[in-house]
């Protein structure tokens, strides 16, 4: 019963899409001089989670890899190439939208985290152990 | 490879990146007035690293601008012509200064993403605590 839990593995495909997406922004940011760089995002966890919720059978991740193959594999199959800005160099990062994106990682970290505390505090509080 | 420390290792080498390219700036701001110095100028590159799946900043080897000296005339300056001219430095401070204005934005937008990231994972180990 208490061995799949909806809300644990929703928590963390949220955490884990969120690390992904700070990963991709910070190469964004660490290449934000260097020429002919594209900068790229990864689509919101809302989007990729709608898209997988019409088969209820299978375990909801952002990606295949989440649930039957090692979680390090690659993100760059779902990473988007954002080019609404360039440079004359041919870079498209813009460090403002970087930093809006960051922080947008970071609070979706956050939130996914304290759902996961809180679902565990009910766990706990089943057990009897405050 | 979590995505945490590639975030991390992404941004520690565009803190380098930036820092190299400030350590040239200077030296060319203090050879301003050096006879004969030509402004070096560093190229920035992107090294994908296939192995963990990430793209590092690199910085490239130094070039010097070839732009035309400064000639300045002084008929008694040591290094002085038959015609009273010697050939000064290439460096134009303002645009030195500008330079180094972008690389400290940049240097702090690295800056400020690996503060965020090492805040994100810290925040995932506090769900081990009590």
């Known amino acids: 019963m208490f061995q799949n839990l909806t809300v644990f593995k929703t928590a963390y495909a949220m955490a884990v899409h969120a690390g992904q997406r700070q990963a991709i922004i910070a190469q964004n940011v660490a290449n934000a001089d260097t020429p002919g760089f594209v900068s790229r995002d990864l689509p919101s966890f809302q989007e990729i989670y709608s898209s997988r919720m019409g088969d209820q059978t299978m375990l909801r991740a952002t990606r295949v890899g989440h649930v039957n193959g090692s979680p390090t594999s690659s993100i760059d199959g779902l990473a988007q190439e954002d080019r609404s800005f360039a440079a004359p160099d041919g870079n498209t990062v813009s460090l403002e939208t970087e930093m809006v994106r960051a922080t947008d990682a970071k609070r979706q970290h956050e939130r996914s985290l304290a759902i996961y505390k809180s679902a565990m505090n009910v766990l706990r509080s089943s057990l009897g152990r405050q | ?130």
């Open chain 2, 1 to 130: 490879m979590s995505d945490f420390s590639k975030a991390l290792g992404v941004s520690a080498s565009g803190l380098q990146a930036q820092a190299t390219r400030l350590r040239h700036l200077s030296e060319n701001i203090s050879n301003a007035d050096t006879p004969g110095y030509r402004r070096k100028t560093v190229p920035f590159r992107t090294e994908f690293d296939a192995g963990t799946d990430v793209s590092k900043v690199e910085v490239g080897r130094v070039s010097l601008d070839d732009g035309e000296l400064e000639r300045i005339f002084d008929p008694s300056h040591p290094m002085a012509d038959e015609t009273g001219y010697f050939e000064g430095s290439n460096v134009n401070l303002l645009i030195e200064l500008a330079d180094a204005r972008e690389a400290q934005r940049s240097y702090e937008a690295n800056l400020k993403m690996f503060e965020q990231a090492r805040q994100m994972s810290s925040g995932l180990l506090q769900l081990l605590r009590r």
